[in-house]
């Protein structure tokens, strides 16, 4: 039997795909953008940006900008009982509305 390869990105076929219209690079802007500690953001993973990319199973979550590192920022989220500091490139976070 063939292994299953346990890699960074396993079991997101679906999860990292654009939609046919999302395709190609992405607006300089949303590289640019910046965030003030305290404010909520959306973690949804741009998969043409490889680089800050946060884990997978983070997808779809909401925390607070509680600072930053580089060009990427440290998002404080709560996962199960616990507080977890995530940091990723501005391509992958979304300003909550």
Do not use: C
């Given at each position: ?15 990292l ?53 580089g ?5 404080k ?21």
């Amino acid at each position: 039997m063939v292994q299953m390869s346990e890699g960074f990105r396993r079991k997101t076929r679906k999860k990292l795909t654009k939609h046919p219209r999302e395709r190609g690079m992405y607006p300089i802007t949303r590289a640019l953008r910046e965030f003030k500690e305290g404010e909520y953001v959306h973690i949804v993973i741009d998969p043409s940006v490889h680089k800050g990319m946060p884990h997978p199973r983070y997808h779809g979550r909401t925390g607070v900008v509680v600072g930053k590192q580089g060009r990427a920022f440290i998002v404080k989220i709560r996962d199960g009982g616990k507080y977890k500091n995530i940091i990723a490139y501005p391509q992958h976070l979304k300003p909550t509305a």
